[in-house]
């Protein structure tokens, strides 16, 4: 039986690793991939976070993790798209295109993809993300943009954190 893969997308701080924690929790039968971007960043300092370089470095690191996890359920806190968007979001498309292309044939592996949404959720930097709210809005834009442009399918995820714990729950009782 073939694994079928969610991810967990969208912008800083939109409780993607919050939510994945309580999905371990309440499917502890399941396989969950860690953030990566955040594991990278601890470990290796940068100048621009969003630059080709390091997302090229964070899309392959987030193969290899996803390469290694075997389950019939794996949830993953954020993708291979995810390297895509901030470069662009930076304004390299050319090193997003490249990006993009890499990973064509992998992008399909992601059985369900949950974009979730930046309303409604308070901003908090850390260590890790300082970018300004601005860039925030405008790389969940971008997210938009491309999942639209390429017909990638995915659901948007919204509300409060019940609701969004709910509308997470019932698709995972599909797949």
Known sequence: MESKKIAL??????????????LKRIYPQYVFI???????????????????????????????????MKGNIVVCDRSVICPIIYTNADGDILGGKNLHSRVKEWIPTYSQLLLLDP??????????????????????????????????????????WDQRLSQIKEIIQFI
Do not use: W
């Open 34 to 68: 860690n953030e990566v971007a955040r594991d990278y960043f601890s470990n290796n300092k940068s100048k621009n976070r969003f630059s080709f370089k390091d997302q090229q470095n964070i899309q392959d690191l987030v193969m290899d993790r996803e390469k290694e």
């Open 9 to 22: 997308i969208g912008t800083s701080c939109v409780g993607k690793t919050t939510l994945l924690e309580e």
């Open 119 to 160: 309303v409604d959720v308070p901003y908090q930097k850390d260590s890790i993300r300082s970018e300004e709210k601005f860039f925030r809005m405008k790389v969940h834009k971008e997210y938009v943009a491309f999942l639209k442009d390429n017909n990638i399918q995915y659901t948007l995820i919204k509300g409060s």
